[in-house]
Nanobody
Framework: QVQLVESGGGLVQPGGSLRLSCAAS????????MGWFRQAPGKQRELVAT??????????TFAEGRFTISRDNGDNGDNMMYLQMNSLKPEDTAVYYC?????????????WGQGVQVTVSS
């Protein structure tokens, strides 16, 4: 089983920054794509950013220039992934989900974390 555990969400003022983390453990292929998706109330889940094991990245249009995704494939089978979010806007308010198991940068894999709330508000 693969477990994905997010952390780092919270309340931040517009223009502020947050860093999300995702710890992946279990039967996980470090060649798989990992990524962040988000879902705001009343909206569909959307791709925020994905990263391949080789470091190739893909960002949603809204994330380009403001968000940075990275990952660290640990030697002990654990994988860490991060999302640095800068210049946050109220429209970035959503539940952010860690995702893994895809072979493509534009699609989600079958493994999901429980989600972490990010609220951007003054």
């Amino acid at each position: 089983q693969v477990q994905l555990v997010e952390s780092g969400g919270g309340l931040v003022q517009p223009g502020g920054s947050l860093r999300l983390s995702c710890a992946a453990s279990g039967s996980f292929f470090d060649t798989d794509v990992m990524g962040w998706f988000r879902q705001a109330p009343g909206k569909q889940r959307e791709l925020v950013a994905t990263v391949s094991s080789g470091g190739t990245t893909k960002y949603g249009t809204f994330a380009e220039g403001r968000f940075t995704i990275s990952r660290d494939n640990g030697d002990n089978g654990d994988n860490m992934m991060y999302l640095q979010m800068n210049s946050l806007k109220p429209e970035d308010t959503a539940v952010y989900y860690c995702n893994a198991g895809s072979r493509h940068l534009l699609s989600a894999g079958r493994y999901w974390g429980q989600g972490v709330q990010v609220t951007v508000s003054s």
